[in-house]
């Protein structure tokens, strides 16, 4: 399985950005899906998560309201708009693959991870 993240940047308290996430070479359909990010000296935290079918998903408190998971099985992608970011959203953000029907709030249940991109939010 690869993962391939894409459309961090740098952007201004208030914008939003969308984050894309291609995966490829299993049955995407599998999978459960989760965003994580990690800011500089901090651990790795899930932000949210997605069910195989999409139906069911996750959202950190921090960031209910303002970002929105959703995936493409027919295109195999995830994504990940989030709106109205803040200065605390600033972290490598980094999408993950999980082959079970559940999604998990834990770094460690997930199988596959893609290489981060990278969102920093300026005040």
């Known amino acids: 399985v690869q993962l391939q993240a894409s459309g961090g940047g740098l952007v201004q308290a208030g914008d939003s950005l969308r984050l894309s996430c291609a995966f490829s070479g299993r049955t995407f359909s599998r999978y459960v899906m989760a965003w994580f990010r990690q800011a500089p000296g901090k651990e790795r935290e899930v932000v949210v998560g997605i069910s195989r079918g999409g139906g069911n998903t996750y959202y950190v408190d921090s960031v209910k309201g303002r970002f929105t998971i959703s995936r493409d099985n027919a295109k195999n992608m995830v994504y990940l708009q989030m709106n109205n970011l803040k200065p605390e959203d600033t972290a490598v953000y980094y999408c993950?693959?999980?082959?079970?029907?559940?999604?998990?709030?834990?770094?460690?249940?997930?199988?596959?991870w893609g290489q981060g991109t990278l969102v920093t939010v300026s005040s």
């Open positions: 993950s693959a999980r082959d079970d029907i559940y999604y998990s709030i834990q770094a460690r249940d997930y199988d596959y």
